[in-house]
């Protein structure tokens, strides 16, 4: 060590006398730090170095990133597989039961949620935007208004809007802002797909909003437990039956008077 330090002062000493501005090579040139008796580079070694950590720093980025892309894919699996599970069997469902759907381990659902509420929460923000963007998915792809709302009520049922009933069930915060956001978005997207159909004479006058939605929650979730297997495939079968009676002429006088989205909500 003793040697390396009087080489640096030699060459220092050089210098001085030489006027010479080129900076000697020190990349290989080391000292110890004060109190630690720690080699450290110095000069252009330790530029070398500061430039090899940032050309390593996107490699350790990339790493990094792995980790949670593949915690996302298994937090998207697990919202999949409780909306079908909340559908098949209803909202209490056994959580185990979710992660072993979802091809994951119990601590892996319960790191990402927590409790039961957590997972519902999540369950019902995932199928109202997804059947919002359904809804303005027929808007765009039908020019005859009725043909864009029977085109939605097929697809909302290929999204598991039965799953949505849990809303009722008082598990969790119903009046959490993104649900109402969701909730508003979704409820003025269906909306608008009844008044232009009505507008336009091709849907009864008789019927509102409220009355779509909840044949829809009706007609895709079959009831808890039961032994019919299959009983998927009688679900579009049935929505155009619905369907079917929502066009005009009417065909019969509907009893009671139209569910109104309040009327959902006080209900």
């Known amino acids: 060590m003793r040697v390396a330090v009087e080489t640096v002062a030699k060459g220092a000493a050089q210098a001085a006398v030489t006027g010479s501005t080129a900076q000697p090579d020190t990349g290989s040139v080391t000292r110890s730090a004060p109190g630690t008796g720690t080699v450290t580079p110095t000069g252009t070694g330790r530029v070398a170095e500061a430039a090899a950590g940032k050309s390593a720093a996107p490699a350790a980025s990339c790493r990094a990133a792995r980790p949670r892309a593949d915690a996302l894919r298994n937090r998207e699996r697990i919202v999949s597989a409780a909306r079908e599970l909340f559908v098949e069997f209803g909202p209490d469902v056994a959580l185990d039961d979710v992660a072993r759907r979802a091809g994951v381990g119990n601590a892996t659902l319960y790191r990402n949620f927590p409790d039961r509420a957590a997972l519902t929460h999540e369950v019902v923000l995932a199928v109202t935007s997804r059947t919002t963007l359904r809804a303005e998915e027929a808007v765009a792809a039908e020019s005859d208004p009725f043909a864009a709302l029977s085109r939605f009520v097929h697809a909302a049922a290929d999204e598991r809007i039965g799953a949505l009933c849990p809303m009722i069930s008082g598990v969790f915060d119903k009046d959490h802002p993104d649900l109402l956001a969701e909730r508003d978005r979704l409820e003025e997207a269906v909306a ?9 004479g091709r849907l009864r006058t008789d019927i509102a909003v409220g009355d779509v ?15 019919c297997q299959g009983i998927d495939r009688f679900t579009h079968r049935h929505l155009q039956l619905f369907l079917d009676g929502l066009e005009t002429p009417a065909r019969s006088e509907l009893p009671g008077s139209a569910a109104t989205l309040e009327d959902l909500r006080r209900s």
Do not use: E
């Open 192 to 200: 608008g797909l009844v008044s232009r159909a009505q507008s336009a």
């Open 213 to 227: 939605l909840v044949a829809l929650s009706q007609l895709t979730r079959p009831l808890p437990g039961i032994a």
